[in-house]
T-cell receptor, first 115, second 113 residues
Framework: AQTVTQSQPEMSVQEAETVTLSCTYD???????LFWYKQPPSRQMILVIR??????QNATENRFSVNFQKAAKSFSLKISDSQLGDTAMYFC????????????FGPGTSLSVIP | DVKVTQSSRYLVKRTGEKVFLECVQD?????MFWYRQDPGLGLRLIYF???????EKGDIPEGYSVSREKKERFSLILESASTNQTSMYLC????????????FGDGTRLSIL
């Protein structure tokens, strides 16, 4: 069975600084997808970034980028130039390369951006 | 934009009651999901559905059932509510293509007294 681990329950970062959130996963699959979701306080969960396992190039979305290490089964999220609006719970998630399958979420990392 | 609407943001019920949580999506998504979210545990999948009248058990289906009579609506039912079902419940939907992310509703914070 697949598992997703986020070893940092809470993190903080100064505004405008860079922070990296860790995620590791366990799978025997070769093709799969990885996601980072963001859940601001009392607001809707939204997708931040996604990565297809067959792509070696790391995904980027504006200030958000990932460091995908397939052999190490590691998928960290880097947030550059942190903003107050980045304060949220961040969930790492894994999904096998099948249409009828479920997403496995990690326990989450609570990130606070400090002014 | 995809909109996933959950019928209530906050709900208070009593032990033993039958509780219905409703979820509607407006983007013709095939897949729909119900999760519960608890501190330190992340999101745990209760049930999901990949088509009308189809349902699959997730990781924690005990004490819950679901109904999907129409493509846009996915209902979660607590047959006889218990205090350990107090939680945040999140509904999500996605296209059948495995590459597509899930879109979430605002969540329902359910308290069972």
């Amino acid at each position: 069975a697949q598992t997703v681990t986020q070893s940092q329950p809470e993190m903080s970062v100064q505004e405008a600084e860079t922070v990296t959130l860790s995620c590791t996963y366990d799978t025997s699959e070769n093709n799969y997808y990885l996601f980072w979701y963001k859940q601001p306080p009392s607001r809707q969960m939204i997708l931040v970034i996604r990565q297809e396992a067959y792509k070696q190039q790391n995904a980027t979305e504006n200030r958000f980028s990932v460091n995908f290490q397939k052999a190490a089964k590691s998928f960290s999220l880097k947030i550059s130039d942190s903003q107050l609006g980045d304060t949220a719970m961040y969930f790492c998630a894994f999904m096998k390369h099948k249409s009828y399958d479920k997403v496995i979420f990690g326990p989450g990392t609570s990130l606070s951006v400090i002014p | 934009d995809v909109k996933v609407t959950q019928s209530s943001r906050y709900l208070v019920k009593r032990t033993g009651e039958k509780v219905f949580l409703e979820c509607v999506q407006d983007m013709d998504h095939e897949n729909m999901f119900w999760y519960r979210q608890d501190p330190g545990l992340g999101l745990r999948l209760i049930y999901f559905s990949y088509d009308v009248k189809m349902k699959e058990k997730g990781d924690i289906p005990e004490g819950y059932s679901v109904s999907r009579e129409k493509k846009e609506r996915f209902s979660l039912i607590l047959e006889s509510a218990s205090t350990n079902q107090t939680s945040m419940y999140l509904c999500a939907s996605s296209l059948r293509d495995g590459n597509q992310p899930q879109h979430f509703g605002d969540g329902t914070r359910l308290s069972i007294l």
